[in-house]
């Protein structure tokens, strides 16, 4: 099949959710990905942080090709070895206070879990949430995501949501009542344009929650499994969740998500309460399994940090560089670059150069690689953005005079 009969078949029928970049990865590997012609790239979209320890990482594909030989799927009805040892594992490295785990499928699922948990285990109605949110978009994970353009369209949405200011606790106080249940937080907005957690942002959360005895939710879907440089990103300011939402990297590519609580909290839910057919599948778990381990065996909780802080200063060089760059942000290997104009040309011509690239709104560029990238490649794609950013100034210049 050629690049044209893929994007014709996919324009004519493929729902038209997507702003579709013209490209056709057909081929993975580590931190590399190919074309249908066969041309290499750099990939810093990494599935929107899913490919955590890699495309085709050899140790989730032969999980999953032993898995597929014995059983595909297993209602959790039903008990099963490989969904068993998964479930260890999860609690081992899950922080010390959460000892009951829900499978889903995606990282909206795991909210969409937390959210029914905390209303049903208080009691109580309401939810407070961040703006600058992304928590997912089916409707109740959409409730509590604060952008409009996200929101508008949909009338039915979750009633008791409220949106406090992300970083600023007296307001997140002011908007605390009798009704309230719990507050859900992303230690790291992803979507909205990397922006971390201000310092004692997180603790202050932790105390106003034991004060007012509400739930403390942290998604950690993006940031969790040692994007960051810790395992979870709460852990840069040694805050513990109540409830704590995970996916994307967790099944090493493969999709599944997962809610994690304290067993009094989870031990609210009885049989029935939610479940899901997928849920806990045994060909997830297995890639699960694998991709943890992999995580924990090749130290790639130190390699993020390690080459995080090698991309950051390498972002930082070109924000002193180049005037067109107004901020770098992030921790690990979940980094941003803000940019004063429009970025749609750079992540073009990004791709025309060998470099996929992500973006977060109009002006702001996210890089979520692959946790196995190498210095080379990180400094293939400093070059690369140097020179991106040397064309979009000489535009905007040509255009000034």
């Keep these: ?15 038209p959710v997507y702003q579709k970049f013209p ?4 081929r ?59 479930l260890e594992k999860l609690i081992k490295i899950a922080p010390k206070s959460l000892d009951k785990v829900y499978l889903a499928n995606s990282g909206a ?30 409707l109740g994970a959409l409730s509590t995501t604060w952008n409009p353009k996200y929101r ?62 509400i739930l403390l939710i942290i998604d950690e879907i993006q940031t969790g499994f040692g994007r960051t440089g810790k ?7 040694n805050v513990e969740p109540d409830i704590m939402c995970v996916a994307k990297g967790i099944g090493g590519g493969f999709p599944i998500g997962a809610t994690l609580a304290k067993s009094e909290i989870m031990s609210i839910f009885k049989p029935g309460d939610h479940t899901s057919t997928f849920g806990g599948n045994p060909l997830a778990c297995a890639a699960a399994s694998a991709a943890i381990d992999y995580l924990l065996e090749n130290n790639l909780i130190e390699n993020a940090a390690k080459m995080g802080s090698i991309f950051k200063s390498g972002l930082e060089g070109l924000a002193k560089k180049h005037k067109i760059v107004r901020e770098v942000r992030g921790l690990g290997l ?30 702001i560029l996210r890089f979520l690689p692959p946790l196995v990238i190498k210095e080379e490649q990180i400094k293939f794609t400093l070059d690369v953005l140097d ?15």
């Design 1 to 15: 099949m050629n690049w044209e009969l893929i994007k014709e078949l996919e324009d004519k029928y493929f729902a």
């Design 23 to 26: 490209i056709a990865i057909v």
């Design 28 to 86: 993975g590997f580590g931190a590399t990905v190919w074309d249908i012609n066969g041309k290499e790239y750099v990939d810093c979209m990494g599935g929107y942080g899913v490919a955590l320890v890699g495309h085709c990482n050899p140790k989730v594909v032969e999980a999953i090709k032993k898995q597929a030989e014995r059983l595909i799927t297993c209602h959790g009805s039903l008990y099963n070895d490989t969904r068993a040892t998964l």
């Design 109 to 138: 699922e795991a909210v969409e879990c937390a959210l029914k948990l905390a209303r049903k285990y208080t009691g109580k109605p309401e939810i407070i949430a961040m703006t600058g949110s992304f928590h997912g978009k089916t």
């Design 152 to 213: 508008e369209a949909y009338s039915n949405l979750l009633t008791h949501v409220r949106f406090a200011p992300f970083g600023k606790l007296d307001k997140v106080e002011e908007l605390i009542s009798n009704d309230t249940a719990a507050i859900i937080v992303e230690p790291i907005q992803g979507e909205s344009g990397i922006h971390v957690a201000p310092n004692g942002f997180l603790k202050g959360l932790r105390e106003i929650c034991d004060r007012k005895n």
């Design 231 to 237: 395992m979870w990103c709460a852990q840069h300011w």
């Design 334 to 363: 979940m980094l941003g670059l803000e940019s004063r104009f429009d970025i749609r040309s750079i992540l073009l011509n990004g791709i025309r150069d060998g470099v996929l690239l992500l973006y977060s709104g109009r002006n």
């Design 387 to 401: 020179r991106l950013l040397s064309e979009e100034e000489a535009i905007r210049e040509s255009h000034n005079t």
